[in-house]
Nanobody, 126 residues
Framework: QVQLVESGGGLVQAGGSLRLSCVAS????????VGWFRQAPGKEREFVTAINWNRATTYYTDDVKGRFTISGDNAKSTVYLQMNSLKPEDTAVYYC???????????????????WGQGTQVTVSS
């Protein structure tokens, strides 16, 4: 089991920045990838970015490339999502999720991720 706790959400004006944190505990040695997803009201949960836990390889959806940066601190079992140049359409609940080693599936879909945090609200005003 892996437990995840997100923090750092809030209300920000368009063009502003926020940094989200995701702290993992439990069987962190089993982590293969950590992803960030978001879900806006009335919409499906969508992939934002992911990082390979050991190699630090990163992946982004086109909407956030150049604005968002994912990074990890293995010593602290923490993954960060730095969000710059925020837009109103970035408003959503942001979730971090863990894809454990040995699970297969498409990285940019929710299906292979086994553990999820409770989510943190990000609201961008225009």
């Amino acid at each position: 089991q892996v437990q995840l706790v997100e923090s750092g959400g809030g209300l920000v004006q368009a063009g502003g920045s926020l940094r989200l944190s995701c702290v993992a505990s439990g069987r962190t040695l089993s982590i293969s990838f950590v992803g960030w997803f978001r879900q806006a009201p009335g919409k499906e949960r969508e992939f934002v970015t992911a990082i390979n836990w050991n190699r630090a390889t990163t992946y982004y959806t086109d909407d956030v490339k150049g604005r968002f940066t994912i990074s990890g601190d293995n010593a602290k079992s923490t993954v960060y999502l730095q969000m710059n140049s925020l837009k109103p359409e970035d408003t959503a609940v942001y979730y971090c999720a863990v894809l454990p080693a040995g699970r297969s599936g498409l990285l940019r879909t929710t299906q292979p991720y086994e553990y999820w945090g409770q989510g943190t609200q990000v609201t961008v005003s225009s």
